[in-house]
């Protein structure tokens, strides 16, 4: 079965350098969510859209934006990178049923800021 | 603030045993409770979930347990395969945040043949 994909699985970058990070749900799939899991930590919610339009916001920085698009794929903006961005950075998606739905994550990109 | 927490930090068992994994949580409002595992250089992946109605759900050969008097759930693994190590966190969804999942502390598991 087709799962979350994420681009690219690995990133490197200098401090106050920008990244963007992408994220293609399961087909069908209208609801993407973005976590970061820093070393040895659980996952925190970072935000979340429902078709198109974002629908949770959780701890992210002022200096990350996300936006999802008309094929449902979400992609994660940072800007001014920090050493304490390092983490690894999961998508989630699922379809909204009007229960509590299933989320699938997606492998993660791994983002180092040297 | 409000959490969802383990008891235990680390898990070791032989192949073959029963595995369980704890959970607390603080907040009453919460309905949604998930488990997932976490190998390593993964993504969580689903294990098994149950909704705030429902005392015990069972899957292949995973049991979750939830008791909402104490706010505790845990996770029973039948049978356990060295291919079961790996991370385990529980998540609640909270009926003021829709979707949004609050995880918990992890739990490695550790499977000797």
């Known amino acids: 079965a087709a799962g979350v994909i994420q681009s690219p699985r690995h990133l490197i970058k200098e401090k106050r350098e920008t990244a963007t990070l992408k994220c293609y749900p399961i087909p069908r799939h209208d609801t993407v969510y973005w976590y970061q899991q820093g070393p040895g930590q659980d996952p925190q919610f970072l935000i979340s859209f429902y078709e198109k339009m974002q629908s949770d916001k959780g701890s992210i920085p002022d200096r990350f934006s996300a936006q999802q698009f008309s094929d449902y794929h979400s992609e994660l903006n940072m800007s001014s990178l920090e050493l304490g961005d390092s983490a690894l950075y999961f998508c989630?998606?699922?379809?909204?049923?009007?229960?509590?739905?299933?989320?699938?994550f997606g492998p993660g990109t791994r983002l180092t800021v040297l | 603030g409000e959490s969802v927490g383990l008891h235990l930090p680390t898990l070791s068992v032989q192949e073959g045993d029963n595995s369980i994994i704890n959970c607390a949580y603080s907040n009453s409002a919460s309905d949604y409770f998930i488990w997932y595992k976490q190998e390593s250089g993964k993504g969580p992946q689903f294990i098994i979930d149950i909704r705030s109605n429902m005392d015990k759900r069972q899957g292949q050969r995973v049991t979750v347990l939830l008791n909402k008097t104490v706010k505790h759930l845990s996770l029973q693994i039948a049978a356990t395969q060295p291919g079961d190590s790996a991370v385990y966190f529980c998540a609640e969804n909270r009926g003021t945040s829709y979707g949004k999942l609050t995880f918990g502390q992890g739990t490695i598991l550790t499977v000797h043949p």
């Open positions: 989630a998606s699922s379809l909204t049923s009007g229960e509590r739905d299933t989320q699938y």
